[in-house]
Nanobody, 132 residues
Framework: DVQLQASGGGLVQAGGSLRLSCVAS????????IGWFRQAPGKEREGVSC????????WYAESVKGRFTISSDNAEKTVYLRVNNLKPEDTAVYYC?????????????????????????WGQGTQVTVSS
């Protein structure tokens, strides 16, 4: 059974950092793309970043470029999202998700957006709260 477990969220002051983790199981990890999404109350779920576990291609939303870094430890079947210089507007539940399309980041780079509906498997999310 496919499982994704997001963790690492917390309460931080503006300018602080966290490292979010997504531990995957139940599928051939290195043939998938793993995405990070976030959703704040009253807002649509938005794509933040994604990575191809096959070749390491990445994509970032414009709002987080230069602040967030996605990485994959394929041996541990874990994807990380390092979130630096956090801002209050980063406050949201952060979800990791997986798709069997290894070209997920390539498509996101082409289209300029990461669509939640392209991702089949979802974790329960982890809360990131940034105080000002």
């Amino acid at each position: 059974d496919v499982q994704l477990q997001a963790s690492g969220g917390g309460l931080v002051q503006a300018g602080g950092s966290l490292r979010l983790s997504c531990v995957a199981s139940g599928f051939t990890f290195d043939t998938y793309s793993i995405g990070w999404f976030r959703q704040a109350p009253g807002k649509e779920r938005e794509g933040v970043s994604c990575i191809s576990a096959s070749d390491g291609t990445t994509w970032y939303a414009e709002s987080v470029k230069g602040r967030f870094t996605i990485s994959s430890d394929n041996a541990e079947k874990t994807v990380y999202l390092r979130v630096n210089n956090l801002k209050p507007e980063d406050t949201a539940v952060y979800y990791c998700a997986a798709t069997d399309n290894q070209y997920g980041p390539n498509n996101a780079n082409l289209m300029g957006v990461l669509y939640p509906y392209e991702y089949l498997y979802w974790g329960q999310g982890t809360q990131v709260t940034v105080s000002s």
